[in-house]
């Protein structure tokens, strides 16, 4: 497989339901061993580096099972995502966080465990901002939300963009990647079967059915 992504560049991963999408964000994030081939981030071979390495240079990662910390409110899942500002990435804060996501300003001091399923993917999202990264890995971020939340997530991300943010957005749903995405790849099994821009997948009906049909 061979992806990339240019800093400040939204890039939708698109496939199937166990095409490999969420297994290629954790080998990237490091939770998963790289069998072969190498991971390069910011110029540097991250392939065999632990998680928590990863993160240190600033690579984000929001898994599809939100992992909030329930019986912490929303100002502390925020503190505890706290990292050092970096060069080349944007800078967040908890008042810019509510900014973006205004539904967690409105909830601060509320447990995570208190939250809808929607409220719990902005408070990831914002929690992984934190940490300053310049490169955040979105992993099936409109997966079971209302319509309504999920366009807030659209305009969310297209927001982070504005800032810089360079982003990898595993998702199945088109739509939603037509909103926010620069370009695209389609993966089958763990390999790449297309790569170019939401307008050609758009174009051409043989490749929505053979790769992202259900």
């Given at each position: 497989?061979?992806?990339?992504?240019?800093p400040?560049?939204?890039?939708?991963?698109?496939?199937?339901?166990g095409?490999?999408?969420?297994?290629?964000?954790?080998?990237?994030?490091?939770?998963?061993?790289?069998?072969?081939?190498?991971?390069?981030?910011g110029?540097?071979?991250?392939?065999?580096?632990?998680?928590?390495?990863?993160a240190?240079?600033?690579?984000?990662?929001?898994?599809?099972d939100?992992?909030?910390?329930?019986?912490?409110?929303?100002?502390?899942?925020?503190?505890?995502?706290?990292?050092?500002?970096?060069?080349?990435?944007p800078?967040?804060?908890?008042?810019?966080?509510?900014?973006?996501?205004?539904?967690?300003?409105?909830?601060?001091r509320?447990l995570?465990?208190?939250?809808?399923?929607?409220?719990?993917?902005?408070?990831?999202?914002?929690?992984?901002l934190?940490?300053?990264?310049?490169?955040?890995?979105?992993d099936?971020?409109?997966e079971?939300?209302?319509?309504?939340?999920?366009?807030?997530?659209?305009?969310?991300i297209?927001?982070?963009?504005?800032?810089g943010?360079?982003?990898?957005?595993?998702?199945?749903n088109?739509?939603?990647?037509?909103?926010?995405?620069?370009r695209?790849?389609?993966?089958?099994?763990?390999?790449?079967?297309?790569?170019?821009?939401?307008?050609?997948?758009?174009a051409?009906?043989a490749?929505?059915?053979?790769?992202l049909?259900?």
């Open positions: 497989m061979a992806l990339d992504v240019a400040g560049e939204v890039v939708a991963l698109l496939g199937r339901n095409a490999g999408k969420s297994t290629t964000f954790r080998a990237i994030a490091g939770l998963v061993p790289a069998r072969q081939g190498q991971v390069r981030f110029g540097a071979d991250i392939s065999r580096l632990p998680p928590h390495e990863i240190r240079r600033g690579l984000g990662y929001v898994p599809e939100r992992r909030i910390f329930t019986e912490l409110t929303v100002e502390e899942n925020l503190s505890v995502g706290r990292q050092r500002p970096r060069a080349g990435a800078a967040w804060e908890p008042d810019k966080l509510y900014a973006l996501f205004p539904n967690l300003g409105e909830l601060r509320r995570g465990g208190r939250m809808s399923g929607g409220e719990q993917q902005m408070l990831t999202i914002a929690r992984t934190m940490g300053n990264p310049s490169l955040v890995l979105l099936e971020p409109s079971g939300l209302a319509p309504k939340i999920v366009e807030q997530m659209a305009a969310a297209i927001a982070m963009k504005r800032e943010l360079a982003m990898v957005i595993s998702e199945q088109l739509h939603f990647a037509r909103l926010i995405s620069d695209a790849y389609i993966i089958e099994k763990g390999r790449v079967r297309f790569s170019g821009t939401i307008a050609e997948i758009d051409d009906p490749i929505r059915d053979a790769y049909a259900v």
